[in-house]
Every structure is written in C-alpha cells, then in structure tokens.
C-alpha cells in the first residue's frame, strides 16, 4: 500500500492551491488530509467517505478548502483557498478501513511521505 502526496508549494496569503494524493494497492472507505506544523502536533484537517457524501472538516479551514475523491483513480484531492500563513505545514494523506469517516489520526492505519505548503504574508 502506498499514498502519494502532491501538490504542496509556495504561495502568497490569499492564494490557492490544490493537494493530490495517489493511492495504490487496495482502495479504502475513508480517506483525511492531516497537517503538521514545525514544532506542533498533527492535526486533522478533512475527512471524507466512500462515496464522497459525507465530510468533515476542522473549524480551522472550513469555507476555504474542499475535499474530494475520485474513486476511479484512487485518488483523493484537496482545494485550499483563501490560504493563511497560519496554514503553513506538512500535508499527509491518510486512508481508513472504516466506514465511519474518522477524525482522529488513530484511525488512519496507512499514511505516506507528506507534502509541504508555505504560505507567505
């Protein structure tokens, strides 16, 4: 099993960009994006199903990133607008087993090398 971050870059305050992760092995029922800040701990950022239907997203970054999946491709994406220097950290895609969509990073059982995004002031 393998996941591959993408995506990740500079951008100014303001800007947007869009995170993709590339699943390969087997496929899952839920699927989250994580970060990790230097010196602070990973926190959750979205999580979403099987089907896309349901989501969840940290108060932090609700109304301005988006997450998604593309099943076909075992793929899943992450659209983050309006970026905030605060949103300056390294990105993981993680993957589940469970049909619940958790939140808490003991869930995600299989997570790869991360991708990392600078937002600028």
């Known amino acids: 099993v393998q996941l591959q971050a993408s995506g990740g870059g500079l951008v100014q305050a303001g800007g947007s960009l869009r995170l993709s992760c590339a699943a390969s092995?087997?496929?899952?029922?839920?699927y989250a994006w994580f970060r990790q800040a230097p010196e602070k701990e990973r926190e959750f950022v979205a999580a979403?199903?099987?089907?896309?239907?349901?989501?969840y997203y940290a108060d932090s970054v609700k109304g301005r990133f988006t997450i998604s999946r593309d099943n076909a491709k075992n793929t899943l994406y992450l659209q983050m607008n309006m970026l905030k220097p605060e949103d300056t950290a390294v990105y993981y895609c993680?993957?589940?087993?469970?049909?619940?969509?958790?939140?808490?990073?003991?869930?995600?059982?299989?997570w790869g090398p991360g991708t990392l995004v600078t937002v600028s002031s």
């Open positions: 092995g087997r496929s899952f029922s839920s």
């Open positions: 993680e993957a589940s087993t469970s049909v619940f969509v958790p939140t808490a990073a003991t869930m995600y059982g299989y």
């Open positions: 979403i199903s099987w089907s896309g239907g349901t989501t």
